[in-house]
Each structure stands twice: as C-alpha cells, then as structure tokens.
C-alpha cells in the first residue's frame, strides 16, 4: 500500500515527460518563470558553438533538472530517446564525412538537439495543466498560449502511446527497442512498426482533440 501511494504521489514515474508531483524549489517556481528559462536554456543550445559552450549548458541543465528532485531514473526516461538520436547523428555525420570531419559535427549536433529540449522536459515534469496555462497567457495571446500548451501536454501522450506500440510490437517479435536502434538494418522496420501506427493516433487524438475545443466554444472566444 504505501508503495502505492509513493507512486501516485510522484505521478506516472514510468512514463517520460509524465508530471510528477513534489515540493522542490523548481516546483514551487511560477510557471511563467519556469517557461522563460526553458527558452533561455534553448536559446542558448541553438547558439552554443564550442565545447566549453556544451559543457556548461549541460552542467546548468543537469542541475537544473536534479534541483527539482526528480531523480536519475527519470532523467533516463526522458534522455533516452535523444541519446539514441544523438549516436544515430554521429553515426550518419561519420559515415559522410569520416572520422575527423564528422567527429565534432556529429557530437555538437546531437548534443544541441538534446540540450534543446531537455528544459522542456523540467516544464512538463514540474508544471501542473492549470498552471502552464495561466504562465501562458501571460506572455503570450490566449490562442497561441492554447496551442503551445495543447502540444506541450502531448509530449507525454504520444511518450506513453509509443512505449505501448514497442511492446506490443516486441511481443509480436518485431525488432524493436534501445538495442535495435543501433543498427542501421532495423531502422527500417522500426520506422514502420513504431512511426506508423504512433501517426495514425496522432492524427486521431488531433482531431478529437480539436473537436473538444471547437465543442466547448474555443473558437467562438478566439474571434471575439
């Protein structure tokens, strides 16, 4: 029972990008706050040129992240993806442009793209619905803010659906999964037996999602 509660405490801990529920300071932070530094954490991957530049912005995420007290295993769930994307990168930059051409292309490329959607990661893990909304609307018309949120919560609806898809792919014995990945000859398979099916309920979930806004007068508040 109380492993239990600890678990519906912390939200769905196995899920990335899932909310989870805490005191930390970066949880008791304003959601305006909160999506202000995610900019400028992102902003500041797209330009970081150097290695030193990489370093320091990963350092400032890293802490940033952990000072919400969110955990190693959760920061796990939410790099994997991109650690992978990041050794495909380097594989593809190395394979163009060999060895000492495509080294550091491929690194500083695959460590921007994580770098710039890592702070997103603490928004979503720290920021309630009600709350994201409300930071939203302060810095931004209400439609816009509406739409921004609306795709920042499906980061992890669509984490989530594609966890179920690679396993029920796996039990159908379809190479999918981390240790598939590395290998170019199974991305086409991964592609069809996990990007299909997660875009055909996307655009499910897109639609129904639309139907729900228009139903409950969205657009009518948007025109006047």
Same mark, same amino acid.
């Given at each position: 029972m109380k492993k239990r509660e600890r678990t519906e405490t !912390?939200?769905?801990? !196995? %899920?990335?990008?899932? /909310?989870?529920?805490?005191?930390?300071?970066?949880?008791?932070?304003?959601?305006?706050?909160?999506?202000? @530094?995610?900019?400028?954490?992102?902003?500041?991957?797209?330009?970081?040129?150097?290695?030193?530049? #990489?370093?320091?912005? &990963?350092?400032? %995420?890293?802490? /940033? /992240?952990?000072?919400?007290?969110?955990?190693?295993? %959760?920061l796990w769930r939410d790099i994997r993806f991109f650690l992978v994307q990041m050794a495909i990168i380097l594989v593809l930059y190395l394979i163009k442009y060999g060895v000492l051409e495509?080294?550091?292309? !491929?690194?500083?490329?695959?460590?921007?793209?994580?770098?710039?959607?890592?702070? !997103?990661?603490? @928004?979503?893990?720290?920021?309630?619905?009600?709350?994201?909304m409300r930071g939203l609307?302060?810095?931004?018309?209400?439609? @816009?803010?509406? #739409? &921004? /949120?609306?795709?920042?919560r499906f980061v992890p609806f669509f984490a989530r659906e594609t966890r179920e898809i690679a396993m029920a792919q796996q039990l159908r014995g379809a190479p999918v999964g981390v240790r598939y990945a590395w290998k170019p000859v199974h991305w086409k398979a991964q592609f069809h037996c996990l990007m299909i099916p997660l875009m055909v309920r996307a655009l499910k979930t897109a639609r129904s999602a639309a139907l729900s806004a228009e139903a409950r007068g969205f657009e009518e508040r948007s025109r006047s």
């Open positions: !912390g939200g769905f801990r !196995g %899920n990335a990008f899932q /909310y989870c529920a805490g005191d930390s300071p970066i949880h008791r932070l304003g959601a305006g706050w909160k999506i202000v @530094l995610s900019l400028a954490f992102s902003a500041g991957a797209i330009a970081a040129r150097e290695p030193w530049m #990489l370093l320091g912005l &990963l350092a400032m %995420n890293l802490a /940033y /992240y952990l000072s919400a007290q969110l955990g190693v295993m %959760n495509g080294l550091w292309p !491929g690194l500083r490329t695959g460590c921007q793209i994580l770098l710039l959607f890592l702070p !997103g990661t603490v @928004l979503l893990r720290t920021t309630q619905g009600t709350q994201m609307k302060k810095i931004m018309p209400e439609r @816009l803010g509406f #739409l &921004l /949120y609306a795709s920042m």
